[in-house]
C-alpha cells in the first residue's frame, strides 16, 4: 500500500485562498455606479433611471446577479473549511500518535535518569559499606596510601599484611565496590522540546517525591500555528501488574485534557482494574459522552460507535 502524507500547511494556505475567492465573489464583481443603483430604494432607482419599467428591470437583473454570487460566496467558503477540517483531521490524528508514542518519560531521559541515580546512591552505600570494613579490621591506611589496590590480589601474596587473615577467614565481608558509577544530574530531566521545519513538539512532566509521572503535558505545533495539546493526570503512583506471560501493565487511572487543532476540547476519563480490563469515558465540549470498554491490558480501546 502506497504511503499517503498531506501537507497541513497547504491545506491551510489554500483555505485562505479560498476564502479569498468566496469574498471576492460575494461582492458580485458590484463596484461604483451600479453597486449604487441595485442597492438604492425604488424610487431613488425611477428616479436616476427614469422609468418604472426600466427600474424593475434593473432591479430584477441585479438581484439575480446578487443571489447567485451569494451561492458561490456561500459554496466557496464551505469549502474552504473543507479544506480546514481535513487539514485539521489528520493533523490531530498525527498528533495523537506523536503524543502517544513514548514521547514522555523515556524521551525526556527521565528513566535513564532514575535508573543512573539509583546505580550511584547503590554504589555510595556500598562504598560507605567497604569503607566502614576497612576502618574496622585495620586497613584503611594501607588504601588510602594505595588506592588501586585490589583486596583479593593483595592478599593472595606472600607478604600479605596482617589484616588480610580477618578479611579471609570473614565470610559476611562486603565487597569492593570499585569506582564509582557515572553521577547523574542533580535535577531529574522534566522537560523536552524539538522543532525542525514542521513545526515544534514540547512536553513538560510533573513527579511526585518518588520521582513517578503524576502529570503529562504535550503540545505538537505546525508552522502555520496548528496546535494539539494533551495533558493526562494520574490519580495515584504507579500500580504495577503482571499479566499471565509475565508482561507488566499499570494499572492507575487517570484523566486526559485535550485541545484539537479547531479549538474544540474534550475530556477523558479512563479507570484501569486490577486484571487490565478498563473503562474510558469521554465528554467533549458540547457535553455529548461516550464510553468505551476493553477486556485486558493486552486489548487496544475500541473506536465508539457512531449514532445513525
Known amino acids: 500500500m502506497p504511503d499517503f502524507s498531506i501537507d497541513y500547511s497547504n491545506l491551510h494556505v489554500v483555505q485562505a485562498k479560498m476564502h479569498e475567492l468566496a469574498d471576492a465573489a460575494g461582492s458580485g464583481g458590484a463596484t461604483g455606479a451600479f453597486k449604487e443603483v441595485g442597492e438604492s430604494t425604488s424610487s431613488e432607482r425611477k428616479a436616476v433611471l427614469g422609468s418604472s419599467d426600466l427600474s424593475y428591470a434593473f432591479n430584477l437583473f441585479y438581484s439575480y446577479s446578487a443571489s447567485r454570487t451569494k451561492d458561490a460566496k456561500d ?161 495515584s503512583a504507579p500500580e504495577y501488574h503482571e499479566t499471565a506471560d509475565g508482561d507488566r501493565y499499570d494499572a492507575r487511572d487517570y484523566t486526559m485534557e485535550t485541545t484539537y487543532a479547531d479549538g474544540s476540547k474534550t475530556s477523558t476519563k479512563v479507570v484501569i482494574n486490577e486484571d487490565g480490563s478498563g473503562t474510558m469515558t469521554t465528554t467533549d465540549q458540547d457535553g455529548e459522552v461516550t464510553t468505551v470498554t476493553r477486556g485486558g491490558p493486552d486489548e487496544d480501546w475500541p473506536e465508539p460507535e457512531d449514532d445513525d
Open 75 to 235: 459554496g466557496l467558503g464551505q469549502l474552504a473549511d473543507t479544506f480546514s477540517g481535513v487539514s485539521d483531521t489528520f493533523f490531530n490524528a498525527d498528533a495523537q500518535l506523536s503524543s502517544a508514542a513514548g514521547l514522555m518519560s523515556q524521551s525526556l531521559g527521565l528513566d535513564d535518569w532514575k535508573n543512573q541515580k539509583e546505580a550511584y546512591e547503590q554504589w555510595q552505600d556500598d562504598k560507605t559499606a567497604w569503607d566502614d570494613y576497612l576502618e574496622k579490621i585495620g586497613a584503611s591506611d594501607y588504601f588510602a596510601e594505595h588506592p588501586d589496590a585490589n583486596m583479593g590480589e593483595l592478599c593472595r601474596a606472600d607478604d600479605a599484611p596482617d589484616f588480610c587473615d580477618t578479611w579471609i577467614d570473614d565470610d559476611d565481608a562486603p565487597d569492593d565496590p570499585g569506582d564509582a558509577p557515572p553521577k547523574p544530574a542533580d535535577d531529574p530531566p522534566l522537560s523536552y522540546s524539538y522543532e525542525d521545519e514542521h513545526g515544534k513538539v514540547s512536553v513538560d512532566v510533573e513527579v511526585d517525591d518518588d520521582y513517578n509521572v503524576m502529570k503529562e503535558s504535550s503540545t505538537i505545533t505546525t508552522p502555520d500555528g496548528q496546535s494539539y495539546t494533551s495533558v493526562t493526570t494520574y490519580d
